[in-house]
């Protein structure tokens, strides 16, 4: 295992992350606490450091998990926690982005976790509802309070990252060093807007479903009985033929679908800084991504899973990287630039 940079911070963090969504059987999904046990011990025997994990997930079992497992050694993992979702249905102050909730969720994760302090804290879905000002406010209090490290922010518009990561530079405030969002060969949406954002601002991406809700890995091209997120039907052809390319791909370097899925994501660093995570359901599915560090995609190769599903980045950017626009901005001088921002 490697290690990066998370972001415009000098906090050192796995290249790997662990998702821990998956720690706890609250939601009639997941793993047992012994088993999530044994990724963790997997995950951290491999060199990892940095575990994702939320306020709501499986109900708050997941933190408690996460906080038994880090007891005799807290100081050595990056721990990222989230908050947003609500953890009270019926009352509308136990979600959303709004300092209440911000505080009482912090609160929440601190005992679960057993810890006084959070690596990286995530403001989890933006709410349409709270003024940024009072959140990038809020969670400067935290952090000056010495609860919390480093922000980051989750499932976002990338304006919204960018207003908040300005008002924080202009007001001497602590700025989103990391953005997490839904990222895989199966769905480049976030290519278009979100990733050159996080450039832009120097943020460390964090890709989730990266198999794709496992259609990646093929699962659902034939029905074995293995239980699935998804029904095989709603996945569609486009789904089951990009699964073949990349089974083909795995077959041809003798590795797994779920490796050449990760590796896919995990190489698209000049797209950003990109730390995909990991959510598996037991060592054995752990272990084998965790392989996945053990080699590469050749260029080739990462070539014809592109054009498996290609992506375009739409307007403005195709509109303005076009040869007649940048003949109208730029005359017949772009060829002769030697650096150009873009």
Known sequence: ??????????????????????????????????????????????????????VNYTNGTSESFVGEFLASDRDHFVVATKYSLSTRRDDPNFGGNHRKNLVLSLEKSLKRLGTDYID????????????????????EDMVRAGKVL?????????????????????????????????????SRDVERDLLPMARAFEMAVTPWAIMGGGVLTGKYNTDNGEPTRYDREGVGPKGRTLAEEVMQVAGEV???????????????????????????????QLRDNLASVEWELTPEQLQRLDAANPSTPGFPISFLTSDDVRDLVFGDTFALLDTLRH
Request: glycine share 10%; net charge negative; proline share 4%.
């Open 254 to 284: 003798g590795r797994t679908p779920a490796q050449v899925a990760i590796n896919w994501v995990r190489q698209q660093q000049e797209r950003g800084l990109i730390i995909p995570i990991l959510g598996a359901r037991t060592e054995a």
């Open 1 to 54: 295992m490697r290690y990066k940079l998370l972001g415009k911070s000098g906090l050192r963090v796995s290249e790997l992350c662990l998702g821990t969504m998956t720690f706890g059987e609250d939601w009639g999904w997941g793993a047992s606490n012994e088993e999530s046990r044994k990724m963790w011990d997997a995950f951290a025997e491999a060199g990892g450091n940095f575990v994702d994990t939320s």
């Open 150 to 186: 480093h922000l980051g922010i989750s499932d976002s518009p990338s304006w919204v990252a960018a207003q908040a990561n300005t008002i924080a530079t202009l007001r001497g405030w602590s700025p989103f060093v990391a953005l997490q969002v839904p990222y895989s060969l199966a």
């Open 120 to 139: 990286l804290y995530w403001l989890h879905m933006w709410d349409f509802t709270t003024p940024i000002e009072e959140i990038m406010r809020a969670l």
